[in-house]
C-alpha cells in the first residue's frame, strides 16, 4: 500500500465540508431506507444528477455512504411496522417484529445496528485488500479477457433477484439493447436513432436511472395510498446486553463472511446475502425452535450479512468495473458520468480514489450507529409519512433532476418513458435491477467486443486462445445451466431415496 495515497484519500475526506456531507448522506440514507417503498437504489439514483457540480471523488464516496446507511435504514420499519423499508431487510422482520411485539424493539433495533456495522467493517477490511489485489490481476487482461468477464457478469443476472430467472434474462437483455442506441464508435452506423439528433450519443444513465427507479416504483405505490401501518411505540433505545453479544458473535461473524462473499459475486447484492445469513444463523443455532418467534440471532445473522455485502459489493465494481448490484451499478454509471475510467485503471491512475471510498464507508458505518439509535423513534414517525404526500415529493425531485444533468427537456421524457416502462415490467414481474445492470454493462461488453474483434481480425474463434476466456467462458455456461442442473439432481436424489428408502422418504414428507 501507498502510504501517499492512504494520507491523500483519507484528507480528502476530513475536510470539514466533506464530512457534512457524508453526514447529510447517511442521515438521507437512514430515512430513505425507514420509508416502506423507497430504496437507497432510488436514493443514489436520485443524487445521481446532484452531484454534478462536486468533486468528483466526493460525490461518489457520498453514493457510497447513502448506500450503507440506507442498507441500515430498512431495518427499522422492519422491526417496527413488519414493512421492510428495503428488500434486503425482509429477513431482519422475520424476528425484528416479533421481538418489537413483545416489548423487545429496542433490543431488536440495538442488534440489527451492531450486527450492521459489525459486518459493515468486516466487509470494508475485505475491500481495501481484495480490491487492489484483484485491479493487480486485471491489469493484464486483454480486450478478449474484458468481454468474457463482462459476459460472465450478464449472465449472473438469472440470479439477481427472487423472480424468475428468465425474466431477469430478458430484462437484462433489454437494457444491452438500450445501451447500444446511438452512433456506432468504430463502424459510424446509426442504431434505433429514428432520425433523432437527441439520439446520435446514445440513451444518457441518469434520467433511465431515476425514471426506471422512482418513476415506476411512484406509479406502483399508488395503488396502495390509503394503507395504514401501526407502529411499536415501545422503541426506546436499549443496547443489546453482554449475553447477547456474547451468544451472537459467532453469527455475526459468520454472516459478515457470507455476506461479503455473496456480494463479491456480480449481480448478487445485499438481498441475498442477508437470506443466506438469516439461514445460516438458524442452521448453527442452538435454539433454532426461537425462529421466526424473535431470535435475537435472526436479527443479528440477517443484519450482519446485509450490510457485509455492501462493501463486497464494491470490489468488483471498482477492481473490474463490474458491478456487485442494482445500487453499484448507479455507481458505476456515476463514475462514467465524472468522467472515470471504471476497472483496473482506475486503481492504477488514481489508487486515492479507493482510499476515500473506503474512508467514507467507514465512517458512515459509525455515523448510521448513532443517528440510527438515537433517532429510532423520529425514524418510526417519518414511516408513518402519508404516500399521498411522499410520492409528489419524490415525482419532483426526479424531474428536477432529469433536467438539472443536461438541461434539456428529452431527458425528462425519456425518465416519464423509462419510468412508464419499468411500471408495466413491474406488474409482470420484471424487475429493475437486471434491466440497469444490462444497461451498464451493455456498453462495456460492446467495446470489449468491438476491440477484440479488431484485433483478431474479426476471427471470433481466436477467443478460445485465451485460459482466462475459456474459464470465463465455462462459468457463463455454468451460471446460465446451474439452476436447471441443480434442480436435475436434485429430481434424481429424490426420487434414489424414494426407490431405495421408501419408508423413510413417506415419513420425512
Aim: charged share 10%.
Amino acid at each position: 500500500m501507498d502510504l501517499d495515497s492512504i494520507m491523500t484519500g483519507i484528507s480528502l475526506i476530513m475536510a470539514p465540508t466533506s464530512l457534512l456531507l457524508i453526514f447529510v448522506s447517511v442521515l438521507i440514507g437512514i430515512t430513505v431506507g425507514a420509508l416502506p417503498g423507497l430504496s437507497s437504489t432510488m436514493a443514489v439514483a436520485l443524487l445521481l444528477p446532484f452531484t454534478i457540480g462536486l468533486d468528483p471523488v466526493l460525490a461518489i464516496c457520498m453514493m457510497a455512504a447513502l448506500y450503507c446507511a440506507g442498507t441500515f435504514g430498512g431495518s427499522i420499519t422492519a422491526i417496527l411496522i413488519n414493512t421492510p423499508g428495503a428488500p434486503p431487510a425482509v429477513a431482519t422482520s422475520f424476528d425484528g417484529y416479533p421481538l418489537a411485539q413483545r416489548g423487545e424493539a429496542g433490543r431488536a433495533l440495538g442488534m440489527a445496528a451492531a450486527a450492521s456495522v459489525g459486518g459493515g467493517l468486516f466487509s470494508l477490511v475485505i475491500f481495501i485488500i481484495a480490491a487492489p489485489l484483484l485491479a493487480a490481476i486485471a491489469l493484464s487482461f486483454r480486450p478478449q479477457e474484458y468481454f468474457a468477464l463482462t459476459l460472465f457478469g450478464l449472465s449472473m443476472l438469472a440470479a439477481i433477484s427472487g423472480k424468475s430467472a428468465l425474466r431477469n434474462l430478458i430484462a437484462g437483455a433489454f437494457g444491452v439493447l438500450v445501451s447500444t442506441v446511438g452512433i456506432h464508435l468504430v463502424t459510424g452506423i446509426e442504431r434505433f436513432t429514428f432520425g433523432m439528433p437527441a439520439l446520435y450519443d446514445g440513451i444518457d444513465f441518469v434520467p433511465v436511472l431515476i425514471g426506471i427507479f422512482a418513476i415506476s416504483e411512484m406509479l406502483n405505490q399508488s395503488q396502495f395510498t390509503k394503507e395504514v401501518k401501526k407502529v411499536v411505540r415501545s422503541a426506546a433505545l436499549k443496547l443489546p446486553s453482554r449475553e447477547d453479544f456474547r451468544r451472537c458473535r459467532v453469527t455475526i461473524l459468520r454472516s459478515s463472511v457470507i455476506g461479503t462473499l455473496i456480494g463479491i459475486l456480480p449481480a448478487e447484492g445485499t438481498t441475498v446475502a442477508a437470506i443466506m445469513g438469516y439461514n445460516e444463523a438458524k442452521r448453527w443455532s442452538k435454539n433454532k425452535e426461537e425462529f421466526g418467534k424473535g431470535s435475537i440471532e435472526g436479527v443479528a445473522g440477517a443484519e450482519a450479512a446485509n450490510n457485509a455485502g455492501t462493501g463486497g459489493a464494491m470490489v468488483p465494481t471498482l477492481a473490474l468495473g463490474i458491478p456487485g448490484s442494482g445500487t453499484t451499478a448507479i455507481i458505476l454509471a456515476a463514475l462514467m458520468m465524472h468522467g472515470f475510467r471504471p476497472g483496473p485503471f482506475l486503481m492504477e491512475e488514481t489508487p486515492e480514489f479507493m482510499y476515500a471510498i473506503f474512508t467514507a464507508m467507514f465512517l458512515a458505518n459509525f455515523m448510521f450507529l448513532f443517528v440510527g439509535l438515537a433517532g429510532v423513534k423520529v425514524f418510526a414517525l417519518i414511516s408513518l409519512i402519508p404516500r399521498t404526500f411522499l410520492w409528489p415529493a419524490v415525482f419532483v425531485f426526479a424531474m428536477i433532476g432529469a433536467y438539472a444533468y443536461r438541461q434539456t427537456m428529452f431527458d425528462v421524457w425519456v425518465m416519464l418513458t423509462a419510468g412508464v416502462i419499468g411500471f408495466f415490467a413491474l406488474r409482470h414481474g420484471f424487475g429493475p435491477a437486471p434491466f440497469v445492470m444490462g444497461l451498464v454493462l451493455g456498453g462495456l461488453i460492446e467495446k470489449s467486443w468491438s476491440q477484440s474483434m479488431i484485433i483478431f481480425d474479426s476471427n471470433w474463434l481466436r477467443f478460445f486462445e485465451s485460459p482466462i476466456c475459456n474459464l470465463f467462458f465455462a462459468l457463463t455456461v455454468l451460471s446460465l445451466l446451474g439452476p436447471v442442473i441443480g434442480g436435475r439432481i436434485a429430481g434424481m436424489l429424490q426420487s434414489a431415496m424414494r426407490t431405495y428408502f421408501p419408508r423413510r422418504s413417506s415419513l420425512e414428507e
